[in-house]
């Protein structure tokens, strides 16, 4: 075992991180290695707590320099919940803007055709989507801010404000007992193979903050 995982094992991912405020600066940025291969499949997991005194926000976003089409972004509204992977996308009618925790799950397969989104434990929305496509690695992932290809920067207007926790990435499509055990529970038995939460705590940049403990609580 290498000092890197022995030292990110000895963090302990019982963790919250906070964004409070609308800014560019302000995000958690990890780069995708391009160690694993293209993601065909991916599974996406976490808990947010988002600031009452905002109406939109991007939690988490992928891009690759110069193609614009590998993308992934997650981004809410008061009313709304939308995600999306390549030129795929889903939205759902929900609030979560609301003082409580939430869990939020996404499951995209490029090989199956399977693309679903999950909000506590319960599916949203789910469409097929084309096979025999994958994601190219090699990216960066962002947590806290869209990336805007035009410009070349993060948005402001659609920045993140609030807490988030336990964050992974996962190379394999998780099922729906996964998000609904993992929703009632503030955890996930094991970290994911393409980020697990406990990395991105060395990509905090700007005025984000780490707090320990979690304040998570799952669903009852």
């Not at 991912?13 to 995000?27: E, G, H, I, P």
């Not at 995600?83 to 889903?90: A, E, F, I, P, Y």
């Amino acid at each position: 075992m290498s000092f890197y995982s022995t030292f990110v094992t000895a963090l302990g991912d019982n963790f919250d991180v906070l964004f409070n405020r609308k800014t560019s600066t302000d995000a958690v940025v990890v780069a995708d290695e391009g160690k694993k291969p293209n993601l065909a499949n991916i599974t996406i997991a976490f808990w947010l707590n988002a600031d009452e005194n905002y109406h939109n926000g991007t939690p988490f976003s992928y891009y690759v320099p110069g193609s614009p089409q590998e993308r992934i972004e997650i981004f809410f509204t008061d009313s709304t919940l939308e995600v999306k992977v390549k030129n795929d996308s889903l939205d759902a009618s929900c609030r979560i803007i609301d003082g409580n925790w939430h869990f939020i799950g996404v499951l995209w397969s490029g090989d199956m055709g399977i693309f679903s989104l999950y909000l506590d434990g319960q599916e949203l929305s789910g469409v097929q989507v084309p096979t025999n496509v994958s994601l190219v690695k090699g990216g960066y992932m962002i947590l806290g801010q869209k990336y805007s290809f035009e410009t070349d920067r993060y948005i402001i207007e659609d920045s993140y404000v609030g807490l988030m926790h336990q964050f992974h990435i996962w190379l394999t499509p998780g099922s729906t007992s996964h998000m609904w055990n993992a929703a009632h529970r503030c955890s996930w038995p094991i970290g994911g193979d393409v980020k697990a939460w406990v990395e991105f705590i060395f990509g905090l940049k700007g005025n984000t903050q780490k707090r320990f403990p979690t304040s998570c609580k799952g669903k009852r």
